[in-house]
Every structure is written in C-alpha cells, then in structure tokens.
C-alpha cells in the first residue's frame, strides 16, 4: 500500500530560527495533504498540493510538492512559539477515495 | 456550527471490558472514519465508511467493531479481543472523495 517517510521525527529550534518537515514516497502520489496537531489536540488541516511543482504559501508556511510528485515539504519561516506541535503529511492511498495514509509526523518544539 | 462530537473525552475501563466511543457529525459528510493514535505514530485507521449500513475495514482493525446506521453517527467499540487498547482515539469525516478530513476532539481510552 502506499506510504511515506516522514523526517525528521522531533525538530528543536530557537524562536526565530527556520523548521523543515520533509516526506517522501517510492511511489508517484496523486496529491498530498499537510495537517497539524498542536499538543494535547486533534489534527487540522492546513492544505493539499495536486500539481506537480506546486508551491503554496500561508503565511510563513511554504508548502512544496516535487516535480515527480514522489516528495513533499513544508517550511516554516522564521518560526514562532504558536507552531508548536506536529505535523503530518498525508497521502491518498487510492484504493478507495477518502483513505489516507499517515506520516509519522515531525514533533516541532520552539524554544522561546 | 458544525462539526464533529466525540465522547467520552476520557475513559478509563477494566481489562476484559468492551467499552463504545461515540462520533456524531452535523456536517452531511457521507465518509467517516475512525483513527488511532499512539505516542511518537502517526494516526492508524481502525475502520472507515463511506456509506449508510457499509463500513470498511482499515489497517489495524482487529479488537474493535463499528456500525454504521446513521449517516451522523460512526461509534467505535473497543472490545476486550483488542490486545493493547490504550490509546488516543481519533473520528474524523469527509464530504467525499481525497477531500480534507475534519477531526473531533479525540477520546482517550486507558486500560487499567
């Protein structure tokens, strides 16, 4: 079935500084959705990507979806203590609409 | 406002007792779906349903039972087959199709 790597796991950084969260696929993926759980919550969703080489921004957030649509990143700028959480990528696994696979997800702890 | 209501927030049970999680939306989703989520995972999908009276098995669906009589309604059963039921437990729904997926609150099952 399909699946993806998530790294890296936990991400410590100083406020101000930039966060990455990568995933990546063996297989081609049809689109990719990005979520974010904040500690002690339930997961929100912040975007999905369909095209390849698609970019999209909210905010600091930069949401990257690779030319060969294998892989997936979301950067945040100049990070803040309200990011805190995790966040997850989550693709669709295609054998039946609506089934997503999860990403282990990137623990982000800000340090204020 | 619309949404989706889980409850119990907490539970705790006895091993060797089945316990029901309940999950009702007022979005007029027709999927819904049911996750679980241990410490340093990603979410796992328990069982989904896409229909009235039609549900699916997931990725871990041994232990637990679902039923799906109500287009608003998805409760969770964790029976006492289920090995290691501790766990934060996860409803979510979508209108159709690869769309975002909406979370309720979570419940938190601990087995003493």
């Known amino acids: 079935g399909q699946q993806v790597m998530q790294i890296p796991q936990y991400q410590h950084v100083q406020e101000g500084e930039d966060f990455t969260t990568y995933c990546n696929s063996s297989?081609?993926?049809?689109?990719i959705q990005w979520y974010k759980q904040r500690p002690g919550g339930h997961p929100v969703f912040l975007i999905q990507?369909?095209?390849?080489?698609e970019v999209k921004k909210q905010k600091r957030l930069t949401f990257q979806f690779g030319e060969a649509k294998k892989n997936s990143s979301l950067h945040i700028t100049a990070t803040q203590t309200t990011d805190v959480g995790t966040y997850f990528c989550?693709?669709?696994?295609?054998?039946?609409?609506?089934?997503?696979?999860f990403g282990r997800g990137t623990q982000l702890t800000v340090w204020p | 406002d619309g949404g989706i209501t889980q409850s119990p927030k907490y539970l705790f049970r006895k091993e060797g007792q089945n316990v029901t999680l309940s999950c009702e939306q007022n979005?007029?989703?027709?999927?819904m779906y049911w996750y679980r989520q241990d410490p340093g995972q990603g979410l796992r999908l328990i069982y989904y349903?896409?229909?009235?009276?039609?549900?699916q098995k997931g990725d871990i669906a041994e232990g637990y039972s679902v039923s799906r009589e109500k287009k608003e309604s998805f409760p969770l059963t964790v029976t006492s087959a289920q090995k290691n039921p501790t766990a934060f437990y996860l409803c979510?729904?979508?209108?159709?199709?690869?769309?975002?997926?909406?979370f309720g609150e979570g419940s938190r099952l601990t087995v003493l």
């Open positions: 979005l007029n989703h027709d999927a």
């Open positions: 989550a693709v669709d696994r295609g054998s039946t609409l609506g089934r997503l696979y």
């Open positions: 349903s896409q229909i009235v009276n039609d549900f």
């Open positions: 990507l369909v095209k390849s080489g």
């Open positions: 979510a729904s979508t209108l159709g199709g690869a769309g975002e997926l909406f």
């Open positions: 297989t081609t993926l049809s689109n």
